[in-house]
């Protein structure tokens, strides 16, 4: 960020900018570098009794009693604490921006320094430490906005092709699968053969995750030579072959359907808007409160809190499109691991349902979430939906046709 801000000679906003779309970037690739079939991760349970996983027999998605009162639970508390974050982030900034606390503490890195970065470096943690709400998954500023966001771009591009090869394995540790599960490499083969992938059995990883997580998965990453399967070594414990594979089928389909390249390119025209109308916003917010705020104008390091504050509105405005087209590509990938499993064993579609129902019970999602709750901030389809789907879907009968495989 420092490098982007001395190249092009910007304010320091501005390179506190750069550092917030980087962040974005990187919470952004690796959710599509690893493109997780599974919810968020649990910390790690104590070590379970080794059982062979067994299939289950699901109509619909239903929790037993127990789970569901803390599926219940989990919703409430996750939904009231999403609403009063959102509300809680806006009322401070709005609170601070009233009670003039960053020109306040402007002056004060002002008369510490001269140099405008070490203003930045007392300014940024003294306001960081006042505000305890900061949730930044959105960025916008800048004079030279396109060139700023080009810049951007490569970098993102970068990390998603260096993650799988440089960055896993330094955090991570993997076996080959040949010699831990040699019986699910043939099986991953077939899969991979009919969706005309050609991984060699020595790209085929198992991953240590079990002493991370307690979520299965099962996914391709990396391209050309790099290209490689990963498994979890958590998969085995709770998932039979055939839910494995369809595990694997449905993050195949993230690969095989470009959904890595067709979220950046959403997120890079997504952004290029946002910055557009981010800039817009705070601009108008200064014409009308600048003054009575005391704020200098745009570059103006007591600025920051009003980019924060367009930031929480046009991150929560700007949800329902990301998570809209979140949704639509998992579907994608769904239909993609029912296409890619179909025929490879019976009854593909009560497979994924099985592996979908684990899910659920595993992350306690809950089985009925408030459908505006879901237009606006889920990136899944609700296991309930995919269930239904999984159980649903069969265009092999004429006069319906397969959409991707065959
Ligand atoms: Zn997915």
Same mark, same amino acid.
């Given at each position: 960020? !420092?490098?982007?801000?001395?190249?092009?000679?910007?304010?320091?906003?501005?390179?506190?900018?750069? /550092? +917030?779309?980087?962040?974005?970037?990187? *919470?952004?690739?690796?959710?599509?570098?690893?493109?997780?079939?599974?919810?968020?991760?649990?910390?790690?349970?104590? *070590?379970?009794?080794?059982?062979?996983?067994?299939?289950?027999?699901?109509? %619909?998605?239903?929790?037993?009693?127990?789970?569901?009162?803390?599926?219940?639970?989990?919703?409430?508390?996750?939904?009231?604490?999403?609403?009063?974050?959102?509300?809680?982030?806006?009322?401070? =900034?709005?609170? &601070?921006?009233?009670?003039?606390?960053?020109?306040?503490?402007?002056?004060?890195? %002002?008369?510490?320094?001269?140099? @405008?970065? =070490?203003?930045?470096?007392?300014?940024?943690?003294?306001?960081?430490?006042?505000?305890?709400?900061?949730?930044?998954?959105?960025?916008?500023?800048?004079?030279?906005?396109?060139?700023?966001?080009?810049?951007? =771009?490569?970098?993102?591009?970068?990390?998603?092709?260096?993650?799988?090869?440089?960055?896993?394995?330094?955090?991570?540790?993997?076996?080959? &699968?040949?010699?831990?599960?040699?019986?699910?490499?043939?099986?991953?083969?077939?899969?991979?053969? #009919?969706?005309?992938?050609?991984?060699?059995?020595?790209?085929?990883?198992?991953?240590?995750?079990?002493?991370?997580?307690?979520?299965?998965?099962?996914?391709?990453? $990396? !391209?050309?030579?790099?290209?490689?399967?990963?498994?979890?070594?958590?998969?085995? #414990?709770?998932?039979?072959?055939?839910?494995? &594979?369809?595990?694997?089928?449905?993050?195949?389909?993230?690969?095989?359907?470009?959904?890595?390249?067709?979220?950046?390119?959403?997120?890079?025209?997504?952004?290029?808007?946002?910055? /557009?109308? $981010? @800039?817009?916003?705070?601009?108008?917010?200064?014409?009308?409160? $600048?003054?009575? /705020?005391?704020?200098?104008? +745009?570059?103006?390091?007591?600025?920051?809190?009003? +980019?924060? +504050?367009?930031?929480? =509105?046009?991150?929560?405005? $700007? %949800?329902?499109?990301?998570?809209?087209?979140?949704?639509?590509?998992?579907?994608?990938?769904?239909?993609?691991?029912? %296409?890619?499993?179909?025929? &490879?064993?019976?009854?593909?579609?009560?497979?994924?349902?099985?592996?979908?129902?684990?899910?659920?019970?595993?992350?306690?999602?809950?089985?009925?979430?408030?459908?505006?709750?879901?237009? /606006?901030?889920?990136?899944?389809?609700?296991? *309930?939906?995919?269930?239904?789907?999984?159980?649903?879907?069969?265009?092999?009968?004429?006069?319906?046709?397969?959409?991707?495989?065959?």
């Amino acid at each position: 960020m !420092i490098l982007i801000s001395k190249i092009e000679g910007e304010s320091s906003l501005q390179a506190i900018a750069s /550092w +917030l779309v980087l962040c974005t970037i990187v *919470a952004l690739s690796s959710t599509f570098t690893t493109a997780q079939i599974a919810a968020a991760p649990q910390t790690t349970a104590p *070590a379970e009794v080794q059982t062979h996983p067994q299939e289950l027999k699901v109509t %619909e998605y239903r929790l037993p009693p127990d789970k569901l009162a803390k599926a219940a639970a989990l919703y409430k508390t996750s939904t009231v604490l999403y609403l009063a974050g959102l509300v809680f982030g806006i009322v401070i =900034l709005w609170v &601070l921006l009233k009670l003039r606390v960053g020109p306040a503490l402007r002056n004060l890195a %002002e008369c510490v320094s001269r140099n @405008r970065f =070490l203003q930045t470096l007392i300014f940024v943690p003294l306001l960081t430490l006042l505000i305890a709400v900061i949730s930044l998954p959105f960025d916008i500023y800048g004079h030279h906005i396109s060139r700023f966001w080009l810049l951007t =771009l490569p970098f993102a591009v970068l990390l998603i092709f260096v993650a799988p090869v440089i960055l896993d394995p330094m955090f991570n540790s993997f076996e080959p &699968l040949e010699k831990t599960q040699p019986q699910l490499v043939s099986e991953i083969e077939k899969v991979t053969q #009919r969706g005309g992938l050609n991984i060699p059995r020595d790209h085929m990883f198992e991953m240590n995750a079990s002493a991370k997580v307690t979520t299965y998965n099962a996914y391709v990453t $990396g !391209i050309g030579a790099t290209k490689r399967v990963v498994v979890w070594d958590n998969t085995a #414990r709770d998932l039979t072959v055939p839910e494995t &594979l369809f595990v694997f089928g449905h993050e195949m389909g993230h690969y095989v359907l470009n959904h890595i390249y067709k979220g950046l390119a959403f997120f890079a025209v997504t952004s290029l808007f946002g910055f /557009w109308l $981010g @800039r817009r916003i705070v601009l108008m917010m200064l014409t009308v409160w $600048g003054g009575q /705020w005391h704020i200098r104008g +745009l570059n103006d390091l007591a600025a920051l809190p009003v +980019l924060m +504050l367009a930031l929480s =509105l046009l991150t929560f405005a $700007g %949800e329902p499109i990301g998570n809209a087209f979140s949704r639509h590509i998992e579907h994608q990938a769904d239909i993609y691991g029912l %296409e890619v499993t179909h025929g &490879l064993f019976p009854n593909n579609g009560e497979v994924a349902a099985s592996s979908f129902q684990k899910l659920g019970e595993k992350s306690y999602d809950y089985p009925t979430p408030n459908p505006l709750l879901v237009f /606006w901030s889920y990136g899944h389809p609700t296991i *309930a939906q995919r269930i239904r789907f999984s159980l649903r879907y069969n265009p092999w009968n004429a006069p319906d046709r397969p959409k991707y495989v065959k």
